[in-house]
């Protein structure tokens, strides 16, 4: 047991000593590429795949389904397009040479249903392209919000899209509520991540932002076996607070439903119409179409009238009472006259006295010189 452990581990060792890093891609490939001769045998089972299509896409589909089956023959992979049912199906044959060839078929006809145009989703029928369809109606509920945030996906012209396209190097459409994706396996996971981002609120720019960041650190040699952690941005969520919708008040639920309101048979019951002969009713509805049609004439004889009533004329004997505030006036300004009246007497007082004190001693003086 011991020398056959031994013989393991020196196996093992010898194996490990091969660095994959010094073996040219193109080697790696050509190891790896399945051609028409590599399987020894046909398919023992038939596998086939079927998918709608929207009705719209029926006569573009009508034009391109002989360069469809051109292009499958060669795989050996047979195809079918069932207008009646709206379907497209594909199958394995016996000539089918690759065994994986029908899953790129299944992903074919998908991409065709989803708007894609043939040219575009030929390829994926080569081994580096994938290929995805990104689901985003269930994401967002309210559906103006929906448009809204897939608009922003798209961009101005289109121009966010591109972007998305040239940093990822795959091919996207948007189509209703799927987004379809072509490219590299490992770009399609950035795809996926900013179309469900951008769903969700965040805005396609950030990821751009990124992408370019690291496309340029890729460049780098000296960067690959480190973070980059550092030179990425980090972008702070900012939360704006918003008006809360007023809430109203919650009406009290009856134990019972109201009563219902009564019918046109149920009010004729009552009443006894129901059980009127046919002349008896028409005989009812005419006496009261003629008890309306006196009451309006009334009614429009005293609205005539009326224009023709002459006003009412004041009389001269009822004259307005006089109210708080003009008795109010009245009182000062009679105070006021009375104080005028008071200080213009008491001047004229002043006045005589002056002239007779003054002539009293004028008289003394000329008394004193005629004695002198």
Not at 87 to 95: L, N, Q
Not at 160 to 189: D, F
Not at 289 to 294: C, G, T, V
Request: aromatic share 6%; glycine share 4%; net charge positive.
């Amino acid at each position: 047991m011991g020398k056959n452990a031994q013989k393991d581990g020196a196996v093992k060792e010898k194996v490990n000593a091969i660095d994959l890093a010094e073996i040219p891609e193109e080697d790696i490939k050509k190891a790896l590429q399945f051609s028409q001769g590599d399987m020894p045998g046909p398919l023992l089972e038939e596998s086939s795949f079927a998918t709608l299509f929207p009705k719209y896409r029926e006569s573009y589909l009508r034009e391109i389904w002989p360069l469809m089956n051109k292009s499958l023959e060669k795989h050996g992979i047979a195809c079918q397009l069932d207008l009646v049912e709206g379907s497209m199906t594909v199958r394995t044959t016996r000539k089918t040479w690759d065994p994986y060839v029908i899953l790129k078929a299944r992903d074919l006809i998908k991409l065709l249903s989803r708007s894609v145009p043939f040219p575009q989703a030929v390829k994926i029928l080569d081994d580096e392209v994938s290929c995805e369809v990104i689901k985003i109606g269930n994401i967002v509920s309210n559906k103006e919000r929906f448009v809204k945030r897939r608009q922003r996906l798209l961009g101005p012209n289109g121009n966010t899209l591109k972007a998305i396209e040239l940093l990822t190097e795959c091919y996207i459409m948007i189509q209703g509520s799927t987004v379809s994706a072509m490219g590299p396996y490992s770009s399609l996971k950035d795809v996926r991540r900013i179309v469900e981002d951008c769903m969700n609120n965040v805005h396609p720019i950030y990821h751009i932002k990124e992408l370019m960041i690291r496309k340029e650190l890729a460049k780098d040699p000296k960067l690959a076996n480190e973070s980059w952690d550092r030179f990425l941005p980090r972008f702070k969520k900012r939360n704006i607070k918003q008006k809360k919708p007023k809430i109203g008040k919650k009406r009290k639920r009856e134990l019972f439903p109201p009563e219902p309101m009564p019918s046109k048979v149920d009010l004729q019951l009552q009443s006894g119409e129901y059980f009127l002969k046919p002349d008896e009713k028409r005989a009812r509805d005419e006496e009261r179409k003629r008890q309306s049609e006196a009451e309006h004439r009334v009614k429009k004889q005293a609205e005539r009238e009326q224009a023709f009533v002459a006003p009412k004329e004041k009389s001269s004997s009822s004259k307005a009472k006089p109210g708080k505030a003009e008795k109010e006036d009245k009182d000062r300004m009679e105070a006021l006259k009375n104080k005028f009246k008071a200080q213009a007497q008491v001047r004229e007082g002043k006045r005589t006295a002056d002239d007779v004190s003054a002539y009293v001693v004028d008289a003394g003086r000329s008394k004193k010189t005629k004695s002198a």
